[in-house]
């Protein structure tokens, strides 16, 4: 229900009277000669309750010293290198300062296991050669190689997987060359020194296969490369052909004998397995047979070459020579689609299985999003690659409140407490990043199943609970009992919205991570002695937003739009253009109108159809012309209106539209009694009377008001 008004709506007048000037839409500022209008109370707002009063933003005093790190441990180091496999942990290992440590990860590790480790190993170390105070070496002993050679090994798997998927291109390859006394140094060897080897062993009578081989010996990587997997059976099926011509020059019926045990022995190739001589004399039908008993066409990897033989050997003469020569390299390459496609798929479930988990941390939703991405529209290669890497550069999140007049504030350390706060809007700027208040979502310290929050801007630095119950942002001393008060178990949020999380303590089960007037406690609702212990909003105040990282100031505009309902979202709707600043004035576009922010009058808002009035009468670029209250809806539930300092006022009727009225006018109309007395609304913006210099006149539904210098403001009625 809108409220009534109070009797005298009149706004407040200014110390020194306007100056004249003619300004947009004929409107023209009253003269020193204007009578001018005495003070009123201040109207009602059209609030559905009283506006929430503006919260006292924290001010937080950082503390360096209680972001420091410890230098690393003696036992620490000796983890540390059993970690990344390079023997014992020498004296010398122990005994080195952590940056020296570094560098000797750096210059001992495998880079063909750890390349990871390694690289990340060289930017820390150069990063401490530009600040040697910096907390980069410790963090990496301490938790960070535990983490990149992680990483490593899951690739260096992959990696593996990858070879022994090359060894088994290469036997398959020389099987169908006809080399077949390889050995496993042979196979495992580097690509050049693989083609020097074929071309050892090729056989005379495949000259075209020898001299293939010694022409790519000389060439570069991809020549190796192409040779390997694209030339040699093609050079070796020209060797074989080549023959096939020679013998049937001398004999055709030797020929077609030898290009019918060719075909068979091809056939074989392709499975492959390596061919029984005496299948090659065989007939067609009995050749098939004993291919079905064989163990490779029993493997599920085979399948398609099983089911073709099969149903070839159903079949006439014309379908068993059919499956020999070309059929069996069909089904093989149906199979070797179908794993590839496996081999994606299980890929991609791996990529999703991280979005359901991420989905079910409630506090990576960047992650959860990159992985749906990539899952469903990712190439394999992208798919990969976020495995490889790209998972773990989202893991930066921020976090806002939820609480009734707390919303857009964010959980913010520079060392020492923490806070959530809006931070402090800037003077000369829209506004700025806030700073300190990105968090990296790691594995729990204490446990791998909850989890830590690491401050983006200072490594190895977490959010733990202090003794007194107080959130800081402290270096990691290493310590059971920090890592323990450092990790939070992720729950659902208790405010109502699926999407919010709370952090309960680890080391304090029953207790959240809580917003208190702005302060960070673990707190849990029950207890009286601790005022941060209240149940007063308890559910909200443990509730959190997981927001994108890097978050901004919130201006005093957003900071009244998100915490009042009525002001904001269902009073303003959606932003439509962003925030800017004119002559020290803020102001906002939204769908039904202007959010405004002046240092005399705080966040003010001007719905339509008087913010467009507002706008096209000069708005901001007159001096003072800044709402002193929000949009009033007047007692007769169809007008609204807004005061300026002046006094100027902007009135609306919805047969009429918005008029402006101000000066001695407006004052001698406020003294009848506004919309209310005889006269009415405004129709007309006060204007020049016609006909008479220095007269001026404003017209109303039932008559008018005239101004001269000399006579003041009379009132006329139709």
């Not at 707002?45 to 924290?58: F, I, Y």
């Not at 990969?384 to 773990?392: I, N, S, V």
């Amino acid at each position: 229900m809108r409220r009534s008004l109070i009797r005298d709506r009149r706004p407040a007048r200014s110390v020194a009277l306007l100056t004249a000037a003619t300004v947009l839409c004929g409107l023209l500022t009253p003269s020193t000669a204007y009578a001018a209008p005495s003070a009123p109370p201040s109207p009602t707002a059209d609030a559905p309750g009283r506006p929430v009063p503006e919260a006292p933003v924290p001010r937080e005093s950082p503390s360096a010293q209680a972001a420091e790190l410890p230098t690393a441990t003696e036992l620490e180091k000796v983890r540390a290198v059993f970690e990344i496999e390079v023997g014992e942990a020498t004296k010398e290992w122990r005994d080195a300062t952590d940056t020296n440590f570094v560098f000797k990860v750096y210059d001992k590790i495998n880079a063909a296991n750890f390349p990871v480790t390694k690289a990340e190993a060289y930017r820390i170390y150069k990063v401490m050669l530009d600040n040697a105070t910096a907390p980069d070496a410790t963090a990496f002993i301490r938790t960070g190689v535990f983490d990149f050679a992680a990483r490593d090994r899951v690739e260096r798997q992959r990696r593996q997987e990858a070879w022994d998927r090359t060894v088994q291109l290469r036997r398959e390859i020389l099987i169908d060359v006809d080399i077949v006394d390889f050995d496993d140094v042979m196979l495992n060897d580097n690509d050049q020194m693989f083609v020097y080897k074929v071309h050892q062993k090729a056989k005379p009578e495949h000259p075209k296969l020898k001299k293939g081989a010694f022409d790519a010996f000389g060439g570069d990587a991809a020549v190796w490369k192409d040779f390997i997997e694209n030339k040699m059976r093609v050079l070796h099926h020209q060797d074989q052909l080549d023959y096939l011509d020679r013998l049937n020059q001398e004999n055709q019926e030797a020929a077609r004998r030898e290009a019918a045990r060719m075909a068979k022995k091809d056939a074989c190739d392709r499975v492959p397995l390596i061919a029984v001589a005496a299948w090659l004399d065989l007939a067609d039908d009995d050749f098939l047979r004993e291919l079905l008993k064989t163990p490779e066409l029993a493997d599920p990897a085979h399948r398609e070459i099983k089911n073709a033989a099969g149903l070839a050997l159903a079949g006439v003469a014309a379908d068993w020579d059919r499956f020999i020569r070309t059929g069996v390299t069909e089904a093989r390459a149906r199979d070797d689609a179908r794993v590839l496609r496996e081999r994606e798929e299980a890929d991609r479930q791996k990529v999703r299985d991280l979005k359901a988990k991420a989905d079910a941390s409630r506090l990576r939703p960047r992650l959860a999003a990159a992985a749906a991405e990539v899952a469903a529209n990712g190439t394999w290669d992208q798919v990969k690659d976020f495995l490889a890497k790209g998972q773990y550069t989202v893991l930066e999140q921020a976090f806002a409140g939820v609480t009734a007049g707390r919303r857009g504030w964010h959980v913010r350390s520079a060392g020492g407490d923490a806070w959530a706060t809006p931070g402090t809007q800037p003077s000369n700027a829209v506004t700025a990043p806030l700073g300190d208040a990105t968090w990296k979502i790691v594995p729990g310290l204490a446990d791998p199943n909850c989890f830590s929050l690491e401050s983006a801007t200072r490594v190895g630095s977490y959010l733990r609970i202090a003794p007194n119950l107080r959130v800081q942002l402290a270096g990691n001393d290493g310590t059971d009992g920090y890592k323990l008060n450092a990790t939070w178990c992720a729950k659902p949020g208790r405010d109502g919205s699926a999407a919010n999380v709370t952090l309960e303590a680890k080391a304090h089960p029953g207790r959240y991570l809580r917003q208190y007037w702005g302060e960070l406690w673990a707190a849990n609702g029950l207890s009286k002695e601790n005022n941060f212990d209240t149940d007063g909003n308890f559910a909200a105040d443990i509730s959190w937003i997981p927001v994108g990282p890097n978050p901004w100031i919130t201006t005093k505009i957003d900071e009244r739009w998100l915490n009042e309902d009525w002001w904001g979202w269902n009073g303003l709707g959606p932003q439509t253009q962003a925030e800017n600043i004119l002559n020290g004035i803020r102001y906002k576009r939204f769908q039904k109108g202007g959010g405004f922010w002046s240092a005399e009058y705080g966040v003010k808002r001007i719905l339509e159809p008087m913010l467009t009035k507002y706008l096209e009468s000069g708005g901001r670029s007159i001096p003072g012309f800044v709402p002193r209250e929000d949009t009033l809806y007047l007692p007769d539930g169809q007008g609204m209106c807004n005061h300026f300092p002046g006094p100027r006022s902007i009135y609306y009727h919805p047969s009429i539209g918005p008029k402006l009225i101000y000066g001695a006018i407006f004052d001698r109309w406020a003294g009848l009694g506004y919309e209310r007395s005889r006269l009415g609304y405004p129709t007309s913006d006060e204007m020049d009377y016609p006909g008479v210099p220095g007269k001026r006149v404003s017209y109303f539904q039932k008559g008018r008001i005239e101004h001269t210098p000399s006579e003041g403001a009379k009132e006329y009625y139709n």
